[in-house]
């Protein structure tokens, strides 16, 4: 037999930037970055696509982007910014990702164009998708509007849609060329948006970072009361860890191992199962007490540290369970979730458990009776003082 076996590898890199008030005239941040490598006499078009949910708080966000880039020769905006659903609607159809797909043939975007999102993550994730496949990749720039989203997803790799009912059943792993986390645009969220995000904080915090752990129990208060110098401490560190993981062994998870879901595989269903009515950031509070009640309860990790994670999260304004997650049986949604989640990871089930505050145990089965206990020991002690 005789083969050619071909090796390579790619570079990625990109910034994550801390800012405020983005397209402010004054911030030369943005304008900075676009004209970065641009060759002389080619022009460089930026596509907005922009999130309807958000806009409505920031209305004036359209022309104060075309002011800022009106003085700039060689960049050119497209005039119509694409507006897509704000939530887990706008992956829930692949009518928003043609929208965006249509804009960039109608108008041209190259692969020395820009297609920019703003948003929170879900129309991060359809807009990168839409980068990712477009001209076999555009450059892509998100500007994450959440916590959550300023936290987690925005600063990683992935993008995806939800297909056959299933959370992010398409998508890539393609990373941007740059992230701009703008601190200004945290200001309108909702009370239960601004604590949303928190939950991947301690997620992050539990698996590897137990002196962060320490930091949020001792700033869940200032957190909740939105004391911003607070939460840009809290998003920073949150995604330096995350990018800090992403850079290690298997970015692109190819394969089962996947420690940054902790707490993520009862979470998903749980967003399907409520329509997706229940924020990300809720479902994945309620997984990290599933989760972490099984780690107890299989012997894995002693009662206090429990005690510690379940008093966080009520803190932190969190329900620790929900009666969509009750289990009755083998047939119980929440199990099924579990062969949805080892499907997802390629056939082999692979779970984050937790030994102690930032040390995280891989495990590759789960006993159904013990989560059936787990969820219902929840139930009974959900009212834990915080």
């Known amino acids: 037999m005789d083969f050619i076996r071909q090796v ?12 405020a008030h983005l397209f402010d005239g004054s911030n030369d941040a943005f304008r900075s970055f676009i004209r970065e ?29 075309k002011n800022y880039f009106k003085d700039e020769k060689g960049i050119r905006v497209i005039e119509e910014m694409v507006i897509v659903p704000g939530g887990e609607a706008t992956k829930n159809s692949a009518e928003h990702l043609e929208k965006i797909l249509e804009a960039v043939n109608e108008h041209g975007i190259d692969r020395h164009s820009f297609l920019v999102a703003i948003g929170g993550g879900s129309v991060l994730d359809v807009a990168g998708y839409a980068a990712a496949v477009a001209h076999r990749g555009l450059r892509h720039i998100r500007v994450p509007t959440t916590v959550l989203s300023q936290n987690d997803s925005g600063v990683g790799v992935k993008n995806g849609i939800n297909y056959f009912n299933k959370k992010n059943f ?62 840009q401490y809290q998003i920073r560190r949150c995604a330096e860890l ?28 749980l967003e399907q199962l409520s329509d997706f009515t229940i924020r990300h950031g809720e479902a994945v509070a309620i997984g990290i007490a599933l989760d972490t009640v099984y780690s107890f309860l299989s012997g894995r990790l002693k009662e206090e540290p429990m005690m510690r994670v379940l008093r966080l999260l009520k803190a932190l304004g969190f329900p620790l ?12 949604p929440l199990l099924l979730g579990l062969n949805e989640f080892r499907e997802h990871l390629g056939g082999r089930l692979t779970i984050m458990l937790l030994r102690g505050i930032g040390e995280g145990e891989e495990v590759h089965e789960v006993e159904p009776a013990l989560v059936k206990e787990a969820s219902e020991w929840i139930r009974k002690h959900s009212l834990v003082k915080a």
């Open 242 to 269: 995350h990018l800090q993981h992403i850079a290690g062994a298997d970015p692109f998870e190819t394969g089962s191992s996947r420690p940054l879901d902790f707490g993520h595989w009862s979470a998903h269903k």
């Open 8 to 19: 390579f590898s790619i570079r990625f890199e990109y910034k994550v930037f801390f800012t």
């Open 170 to 231: 398409l998508g890539t792993f393609t990373p941007p060329v740059a992230v701009f986390n703008d601190s200004h645009f945290l200001t309108t969220l909702s009370d239960a948006e601004w604590r949303s995000g928190i939950s991947e904080a301690v997620k992050v915090a539990l698996i590897k970072d137990a002196a962060f752990f320490t930091w949020l129990e001792a700033n869940a208060k200032r957190m909740v009361d939105r004391d911003m110098t607070t939460m």
């Open 321 to 332: 369970t929900d009666r969509l997650l009750e289990v009755t049986d083998e047939k119980s």
């Open 37 to 65: 490598g641009k060759e002389p006499g080619v022009v460089r078009k930026i596509l907005f696509v922009l999130d309807n949910g958000f806009l409505q708080h920031h209305d004036g966000l359209v022309q104060q982007i």
